[in-house]
């Protein structure tokens, strides 16, 4: 599958460095950690689940209790808010360097109808993910509480033809510097609409900070750090 993104996933990269270690660095000298996304007081509990992942393995979030876990919630065949949200999620992790390694990425789907475990290891496979991020799947009965509780709301579908799909596309088209028809085409026969917020939970298994979509790698990579301590 060919990635909607036109950005290589490390763009930006470089100029993020600095930036982050700055932030780092005013933590530091604060005493107490400087957090650049939303911070809910008091820290909020998690609603758990069990989904497979990629590999068809179940998964939860019991099991990853000690880590810092990083949950959103995106589709494989989304032509504009998730690959936007993939680059800056993954420029932000490369920019953990070797704390990478004790974070654990889950995205689950919002579109249950196409989103199985093939086509999810398919995707992460085009961003060279496949085996250190999960993508968790099911049907829309298991993940309508998830939505609901993890404040994606309840996605809504728009079909091809209609006049908002075509916006959607034609928008994200001349965003992105790619082909309207090619982008139509990986969209599929509708596009689904929805919210994408990132919960970052912490060691105890809470989440402490939500960050929407106007994030940076570089805050969402403070904020990641700040919480492994």
Same mark, same amino acid.
């Given at each position: 599958?060919?990635?909607?993104?036109?950005?290589?996933?490390?763009?930006?990269?470089?100029?993020?460095?600095?930036?982050?270690?700055?932030?780092?660095?005013?933590?530091?000298?604060?005493?107490?950690?400087?957090?650049?996304?939303?911070? /809910?007081? @008091?820290?909020?509990?998690?609603?758990?689940? +069990?989904?497979? %992942?990629?590999? !068809?393995?179940?998964? $939860?979030?019991? *099991?990853?209790?000690?880590?810092?876990?990083?949950?959103?919630?995106?589709?494989?065949?989304?032509?504009? /808010?998730? @690959?936007?949200?993939?680059?800056?999620?993954? +420029?932000?992790? %490369?920019?953990? !360097?070797?704390?990478? $390694?004790?974070? *654990?990425?889950?995205?689950?789907?919002?579109?249950?109808?196409?989103?199985?475990?093939?086509?999810?290891?398919?995707?992460?496979?085009?961003?060279?993910?496949?085996?250190?991020?999960?993508?968790?799947? !099911?049907?829309?009965? $298991?993940?309508?509480?998830?939505?609901?509780?993890?404040?994606?709301?309840?996605?809504?579908?728009?079909?091809?033809?209609?006049?908002?799909?075509?916006?959607?596309?034609?928008?994200?088209?001349?965003?992105?510097?790619?082909?309207?028809?090619?982008?139509?085409?990986?969209?599929?026969?509708?596009?689904?609409?929805?919210?994408?917020?990132?919960?970052?939970?912490?060691?105890?298994?809470?989440?402490?900070?939500?960050?929407?979509?106007?994030?940076?790698?570089?805050?969402?990579?403070?904020?990641?750090?700040?919480?492994?301590?």
């Amino acid at each position: 599958m060919t990635k909607p993104f036109p950005l290589s996933p490390r763009r930006g990269w470089l100029l993020a460095v600095p930036l982050l270690l700055m932030v780092l660095a005013l933590a530091a000298c604060s005493g107490e950690p400087q957090f650049r996304g939303n911070v /809910l007081e @008091p820290h909020r509990d998690t609603l758990d689940f +069990s989904l497979p %992942d990629q590999w !068809g393995n179940s998964t $939860s979030l019991q *099991e990853m209790n000690g880590r810092v876990v990083v949950l959103t919630f995106l589709y494989t065949s989304c032509p504009d /808010l998730c @690959p936007l949200t993939m680059g800056k999620m993954r +420029s932000a992790y %490369d920019l953990l !360097g070797e704390d990478a $390694s004790k974070v *654990e990425i889950v995205i689950v789907t919002v579109d249950p109808e196409r989103d199985n475990a093939k086509v999810a290891l398919e995707y992460l496979t085009s961003w060279g993910l496949e085996s250190e991020w999960r993508f968790l799947v !099911g049907d829309a009965n $298991s993940l309508g509480p998830l939505w609901d509780y993890y404040w994606v709301g309840q996605p809504f579908v728009e079909q091809t033809g209609g006049a908002t799909f075509d916006q959607r596309i034609k928008l994200a088209a001349e965003e992105q510097g790619i082909d309207e028809a090619e982008l139509a085409k990986e969209a599929g026969a509708y596009t689904v609409g929805h919210t994408a917020p990132i919960h970052l939970i912490n060691k105890e298994g809470r989440v402490q900070v939500v960050f929407g979509s106007t994030f940076t790698p570089a805050q969402l990579a403070s904020d990641i750090q700040a919480l492994l301590g």
